[in-house]
Structures are given as structure tokens and as C-alpha cells.
């Protein structure tokens, strides 16, 4: 369903066990996410969440790996004005995970975002596919009309990616998109920063 979700003030989940929005494939987040112009989420991290079977899928590696994010999965989603600070998102078998976005499908804008900030010691780390903003970004076979842009938006998060390098896919990190399959579609990467140490 196309819902908007608008965010105010500040919202801190650092006591919260937090359960991806989207959590499932088969029941992604549709719609847009709106941040004030003040707004600050604060405190996510993956300390106590357990991936439920509907949102596992099974790595090269014979690991089960979850899409972990603020969004788990995102299609045909808007994202703006979202700042996250003091992000703690530890996986260590997981693949997919952004601090915004675990794995985005169909047409995605996300603007005006920022994952950490100069200091605060947020992280982003797993097995692969690991993004400071958007772990995978991956096309379905066909969508050749989808467009994707990302647009003013910066990560100060260490994005760590822990696979074994033996893997011919793995390990995969970057500080913007992990992992980026795009199968035709359009993409656009404009005015994007980052200052996290990318560990691969």
C-alpha cells in the first residue's frame, strides 16, 4: 500500500528491539518516508533481533542472512529528510543491510539523508552486501523502467563486511549501495558523501 510516514522531533529507539519496517519480501515497505526538517531517529541497532523465517534467505556461504535496515525491504519507496545517529547494526551473518534501506526494488528516491554523524561511532557491519545507506539495490528480471536516484546524502557510518574473500561474491561494502544489480533500470547517484571507513 502506498502510505506516508511522516517523522517529527526526535524518536529514539535505543531501548527498542527493532523490527525492520518491511520486515518480509513478500511484504515490502510501499510508499514514502518523510522526515522533518528537524527530525533525528536516533539509537537503531540490531542488538536482540532475531530474523523470523519469512525474511531469511540462505547466503553462498550456507548462512541464513536477514535484509536489515530502519526499512528491511523497500519497493517503489520515497525516502527523504531522514538523519540517523549513534546507528549500531551488527550482524554477523547477515547480508543485505543498509542503515536506511536493507534491499530496494522498483523504482526508489531517496533524498536529503544522512547515517551517522562526525564522531558518534555508528556502525554498519555483516557478512556482505553491506551499504552505510542501502545494502542491495537489485532490479526484478524485466524492470527495465524502474529509476533509481539518490540524491544529497551522506553516511558517516563504518560500513564493515566480514565474508570470507574465497567467496567470488563477497565480501561487498561501500559507504552509499553495498551491492547494485540493475538490469536495465536508470540510476542516478548525484551530490552523495562519505566519510565512513569502508572495511572489506
Not at 502506498?2 to 528491539?17: F, K, P, R
Not at 533525528?40 to 530474523?51: C, D, F, M, P, T
Request: hydrophobic share 40%; with cysteine; charged share 15%.
Amino acid at each position: 500500500s502506498d502510505i506516508t510516514v511522516e517523522i517529527s522531533g526526535t524518536v529514539d529507539l535505543s531501548t527498542q528491539i527493532w523490527i525492520p519496517i518491511g520486515e518480509a519480501e513478500s511484504a515490502p515497505f510501499r510508499g514514502k518516508l518523510i522526515g522533518a526538517e528537524d527530525s533525528v531517529i536516533k539509537g537503531l541497532s540490531s542488538e536482540g533481533y532475531n530474523a523470523s523465517i519469512a525474511n531469511a534467505t540462505k547466503l553462498m556461504s550456507g548462512q541464513i542472512g536477514v535484509s536489515y535496515g530502519l526499512i528491511g525491504f523497500a519497493e517503489n519507496a520515497t525516502i527523504e529528510n531522514i538523519s540517523l545517529t549513534n546507528v549500531n547494526i551488527d550482524l554477523p551473518t547477515s547480508a543485505q543491510t543498509g542503515a536506511l534501506v536493507g534491499y530496494a526494488t522498483g523504482n526508489l528516491t531517496v533524498e536529503d539523508c544522512t547515517v551517522g554523524a562526525a564522531g558518534d561511532g555508528s556502525v554498519v557491519s555483516g557478512q556482505t552486501k553491506m551499504g552505510g545507506l542501502i545494502g542491495t539495490i537489485k532490479q526484478k528480471t524485466g524492470e527495465t523502467s524502474s529509476v533509481v536516484t539518490i540524491r544529497n546524502c551522506v553516511n558517516y557510518a563504518a560500513v564493515t563486511a566480514t565474508a570470507p574473500s574465497a567467496d567470488p561474491n563477497n565480501p561487498r561494502a561501500a559507504g552509499i549501495v553495498g551491492a547494485l544489480q540493475a538490469n536495465g533500470a536508470t540510476y542516478r547517484l548525484e551530490n552523495c558523501e562519505n566519510h565512513g571507513a569502508i572495511t572489506a
